[in-house]
């Protein structure tokens, strides 16, 4: 039904920048929430940013001020800038959207992306 695509992961020395963006496809209607999520190995997957459709945005307390979220309606894609990385944020960066679909009935349903690998180097 939908599928989210994330690019931009990458090897990064601290104190670098990364741009991560997320592209979502196929029969949607519209997208409600979106976000960014990260799970680095032997951890739980947490939360980074979020952002609704009306634009308010949320920020785990070890990103804010670094990083920026946002997100382009007519497009379907959710974007990220990171700014001052640090080795702290190396993790697989996941992509997560409320999507409401149409296919002669309406659905409402979370999706996840594949992941895109972040590496800050110290």
């Known amino acids: 039904q939908v599928q989210l695509v994330e690019s931009g992961g990458d090897l990064v020395q601290a104190g670098g920048s990364l741009r991560l963006s997320c592209a979502a496809s196929?029969?949607?209607?519209?997208?409600?929430?979106m976000a960014w999520y990260r799970q680095a190995p032997g951890n739980q997957r947490e939360l980074v940013a979020s952002?609704?459709?009306?634009?308010?945005?949320n920020y785990a307390d070890s990103v804010k001020d670094r990083f920026t979220i946002s997100r382009d309606n007519a497009k379907n894609t959710v974007n990220l800038q990171m700014n001052s990385l640090k080795a702290e944020d190396t993790a697989v960066y996941y992509c997560?959207?409320?999507?409401?679909?149409?296919?002669?009935?309406?659905?409402?349903?979370?999706?996840w992306g594949q992941g895109t690998q972040v590496t800050v180097s110290s």
């Open positions: 952002i609704t459709s009306g634009g308010s945005t």
């Open positions: 997560n959207a409320g999507v409401v679909t149409y296919d002669g009935a309406y659905n409402s349903r979370v999706y």
């Open positions: 196929g029969r949607i209607f519209s997208i409600n929430h």
